[in-house]
């Protein structure tokens, strides 16, 4: 598995369009700060104010620059606007593996489907171009929404790390789910069938 994370990446359906996220973007970021606070309950370290957003950006362009990571900007198509992030990060050519996440999208895009979309995108990168072995997927244990939206591609539960990671009100358990690349072909499907009842 081979990824540059300098080289610029978009993926795009007819719904979505996935760009490297850029300092750009700070006003689109710095806009949901403003307006849908509850985005941010189950982040490590809320970016619930603009120093901590500018924070955020920067953290993860930080992280990109170091090959670790490679964060999207995520448009919706059909009404022309920022939808939120989403980040491939521990990324480990030698061991062909790499986590995502870090996704959140603002609430009136929550249930239409643009999860999907960007999920097929972005795992077909992930075993199609890269053709990576595993991909994982990590999460508050706490979070219903986000461990239903991952099962619901087809990720596999592999079981909770205990206290894992200290955060803004102590320490977390995280929940672990996985893909693996010979699992992907039916995963694909599934994922198809889902967009099919989108259309």
Not at 4 to 28: F, G, Y
Not at 38 to 62: G, S
Not at 142 to 160: D, F, L, P, Q, T
Not at 172 to 190: F, G
């Amino acid at each position: 598995m081979i990824f540059d994370t300098s080289k610029a990446i978009i993926l795009e359906d007819e719904r979505v369009r996935l760009e490297p996220l850029s300092e750009q973007h700070l006003p689109q970021l710095l806009a949901y700060v403003a307006k849908q606070p509850e985005l941010w309950k189950y982040a490590v370290w809320p970016p619930d104010t603009p120093e901590a957003m500018t924070h955020y950006l920067q953290h993860a362009l930080t992280k990109k620059s170091e090959g670790d990571s490679y964060p999207f900007a995520v448009w919706d198509k059909q009404t022309n606007t920022f939808a939120g992030t989403t980040r491939f990060y521990d990324i480990n050519c030698e061991q062909q593996r790499l986590q995502l996440g870090y996704t959140w999208y603002g609430k009136q895009f929550h249930g239409t489907g643009l999860n999907t979309h960007c999920k097929h995108l972005l795992l077909q990168h992930v075993f199609e171009t890269l053709q990576a072995e595993r991909l994982e997927f990590r999460a508050d244990a706490k979070n219903k929404r986000s461990i239903a939206a991952m099962r619901g591609i087809g990720a596999k539960i592999e079981g909770i790390l205990r206290a894992h990671v200290a955060c803004y009100y102590g320490r977390r358990d995280v929940i672990v789910l996985s893909i693996l690349l010979q699992e992907w072909p039916k995963v694909k499907s599934h994922i198809e069938q889902k967009l099919s009842n989108y259309a």
